[in-house]
Every structure is written in structure tokens, then in C-alpha cells.
């Protein structure tokens, strides 16, 4: 089977152009992420229904990457999935049309269904193409180009609210502009890339090769990490009930996770093709601190360093983690592995919306908090250490 590209020239026009595509697909619903834990607390939601909101949109955008990688390997419709994906981000300028808290909460879940149709092919895709570049690199770019977008967002947003007064319908409604434009780079991307990567594409005929344990140890490793870590629509409900009268900036918090992911997914995997696995060590151990930070302290200044380190790790989630998925799969099965590694990633992410949520809602104590936090990233630390890469013939 022919593997990667002809020329890192190509290559590189790949990741770039989706890089684009995911820019503008940021600038949405990125964009939007920054106001709708305050957007759901205005309709009437508690902390609780937040935290289970943002963590059950979460665990359905990876979640049902299982049943979408499954169907990119099979089908090898790789474009197809990605057309559906990002044609459904359509849902978050309909959000002010609504103001149901129900039905809001309904978009919301089903623009992070989008997401779980689409990521499996993109990054199959991207770890296909990024042979002669490093799979590293390849999804440092691509999650800088990203986290350009999810900068962007934020800031517009922002500026929004600032002018409008907080108006939310309005605002949400402005959006409409960057999703056409969407629209028309994705079909652009389509026509300019998609016969030059055909080459690199595992034929439907192909026998899937089997994931072995240690793809399996790597994703539990994942889980937990992700268990232990805050979600970041709990640091902005922390930070709106501490700016009640200054909700405009609440998206200049998300702003800042932005600006912080944007640089350690470039910078880290740079280090993952350097050093490997290893260097997942370090958001490992990062995650023990944005809870710590932001579940009982009232002061900006904490949750801003909650934020900071929270993007931190965020970036690395979204680069090195994904590539990791590469070293422990072969190609034949690497959607189905995407699916399988975000399906996990997405439970996490629905407990510890769930627990975090309880405890800030019930005010627990913080070595409570503590004892958790730490419990689950040792276990995930520990977990990964004795993790080593298996050689596999379609790597």
C-alpha cells in the first residue's frame, strides 16, 4: 500500500488547507463556547446542568466517533463525513432564534455531534498525510491553524457583547458570516486536495489490522487523565458568578485558553516527534492544578491562572494526544482507533462535568478535591511511564 504523499510540498498544502477549514469552523463554535455556559445560566440553568450540559455534549462529540471512525474505515467516505461534520455547525448561529433552555441545550449537543461525524476522517486523513513531515508536526499545525480560529471566536464575541450589550441573539446570529465562509473553503478544499491524497488512501479492500493492548492501556490512560481535569465551561460558570455585572469578559477567560492551546499544540508537537510518548507526562501532571484553582476560589486573578494552565493542557489534548493515537494503530483501523480513543476521552469528560459541577454546587472541601484530582492523574502518570509503542507494518 502506497503510504503518505509525494513530496512534504503536498503535504503540507493538505494540513494547511484543513487547517483553514477547521480556523473557520472555530470561529463558530468556539466563538460560541465562550457564552453558552452564561447563555444557559440566563435561561435558567444551575451549575449542575452546566456541568452535565458541557460534559454530555463532550461525551457525544467523542462518544459517537466510535460508531463515525467505524463507518470511515468501512466505507473510506472520508469527505463525505467531513462535509456532514462541519456542514452541522450550522446549529450555533440558530441558538439565539431559540431561547428555549431545552432547546438550546438540544443545539448545543448536536453541533458537538458534528464534531464526532467529522473528526475521525480529518485527522485520519491528517495522520495519513503527514508521513513525510512527522505525524507531531502535522498535528501541531494543524491545532495552531485551529486554535487561530478558536482565538478569533472568542474575541469577536466578545466584542459583540461589548457593543450590543450583551445580546445574545444577535450576536449568536452574526455567526451565519464565518459559517458560509466555511462552506466555501471546505468545497474548495475538496476540489484542490482531494484526488492529490487519494494515493494515501488505504484501499476498501484492505484487511483491518487488530489494536492491540497497548492502544487500549494508552486510552484508559487518557480517560483518567480527563476524569481528573475541571471541564472549562465550569472555570467560565465560576467566573460569571463573580462578574455578574461584567459578562463580556467571560469570553475573554475562553479567549485566554485559546491564546495559551494555540502555541503548546505547536510547541509540543514538535517535542512529541522528538521524544514520543513521553512528553505526555507533562499535561498529565498540569491537570492536577485547574480545579485546585478554580473550584473554590472567588478571586479573577485564580481563575485566570486556572485558565491559563487549563489551555495548557488543552493543547497538548488536541495535538500530541491525537498523534500518540498513531504510534499504538495501524492504518487499516485508524478510524475505528480515533473513534475508539475519543469515545473514552468523551466519558471523561461527562464524569468530571458531573462530579466537578456537584462539588462546586455542594461546596465540598477543598482536600476533597485534592484527593481526586491527584488520585486520577498519579494513576494516568503511572499508566503511561510503562507504555511503549508497538512496531506495526502500516504505521
Not at 240 to 262: K, M, R, S
Not at 375 to 392: G, M
Amino acid at each position: 500500500m502506497k503510504q503518505g504523499l509525494d513530496g512534504s510540498k503536498t503535504a503540507y498544502l493538505v494540513i494547511l488547507l484543513l487547517g483553514v477549514v477547521s480556523l473557520l469552523g472555530d470561529i463558530v463554535y468556539e466563538g460560541s463556547r465562550g457564552v453558552v455556559p452564561e447563555y444557559l445560566r440566563f435561561l435558567g440553568a444551575t451549575g449542575l446542568v452546566i456541568g452535565l450540559a458541557g460534559g454530555l455534549g463532550d461525551f457525544l462529540g467523542y462518544a459517537m466517533r466510535l460508531v463515525s471512525g467505524f463507518l470511515v474505515d468501512t466505507t473510506r467516505a472520508y469527505w463525505f463525513f467531513i462535509f456532514l461534520g462541519y456542514g452541522l455547525i450550522i446549529v450555533i448561529p440558530l441558538l439565539g432564534i431559540f431561547p428555549s433552555l431545552e432547546i438550546a441545550i438540544m443545539l448545543v449537543l448536536l453541533e458537538r455531534i458534528g464534531k464526532a461525524v467529522r473528526a475521525p476522517s480529518r485527522d485520519t486523513v491528517l495522520s495519513l498525510v503527514s508521513k513525510g513531515v512527522g505525524t507531531g508536526k502535522a498535528f501541531g499545525i494543524h491545532e495552531l491553524l485551529d486554535q487561530t480560529g478558536a482565538i478569533l471566536g472568542p474575541l469577536i464575541v466578545a466584542t459583540l457583547m461589548f457593543f450590543n450589550a450583551s445580546e445574545y441573539r444577535s450576536t449568536f446570529a452574526f455567526l451565519f458570516i464565518p459559517f458560509i465562509m466555511l462552506l466555501i473553503v471546505l468545497v474548495y478544499t475538496y476540489k484542490r486536495i482531494s484526488q492529490k491524497i487519494a494515493g494515501a488512501m488505504p484501499p476498501r479492500t484492505e484487511k483491518k489490522g487488530r489494536l492491540a493492548k497497548p492502544f487500549y492501556i494508552y486510552t484508559f490512560a487518557v480517560l483518567l487523565n480527563t476524569v481528573g481535569l475541571i471541564p472549562y465551561t465550569l472555570i467560565l460558570y465560576k467566573a460569571a458568578q463573580i462578574l455578574p455585572t461584567q459578562q463580556w469578559i467571560v469570553p475573554l477567560i475562553y479567549l485566554l485558553i485559546q491564546g495559551v492551546d494555540a502555541p503548546a499544540a505547536l510547541l509540543s508537537g514538535y517535542a512529541f516527534d522528538k521524544v514520543g510518548t513521553k512528553i505526555l507526562v507533562l499535561p498529565f501532571l498540569l491537570s492536577v492544578f485547574p480545579p485546585l484553582f478554580a473550584t473554590f476560589n472567588t478571586s479573577l486573578g485564580m481563575l485566570l491562572v486556572a485558565a491559563a494552565i487549563y489551555g495548557i493542557v488543552l493543547g497538548m489534548q488536541e495535538s500530541v494526544y491525537r498523534a500518540a493515537v498513531s504510534e499504538f494503530s495501524p492504518v487499516s483501523s485508524r478510524g475505528t482507533a480515533y473513534g475508539i480513543f475519543n469515545t473514552a476521552y468523551g466519558i471523561g469528560f461527562l464524569i468530571s462535568g458531573a462530579i466537578y459541577g456537584l462539588l462546586i454546587d455542594l461546596a465540598i472541601s477543598f482536600s476533597v478535591v485534592l484527593f481526586y484530582a491527584l488520585v486520577a492523574q498519579t494513576v494516568a502518570t503511572t499508566l503511561l511511564l510503562k507504555l511503549r509503542p508497538t512496531p506495526k507494518e502500516e504505521k
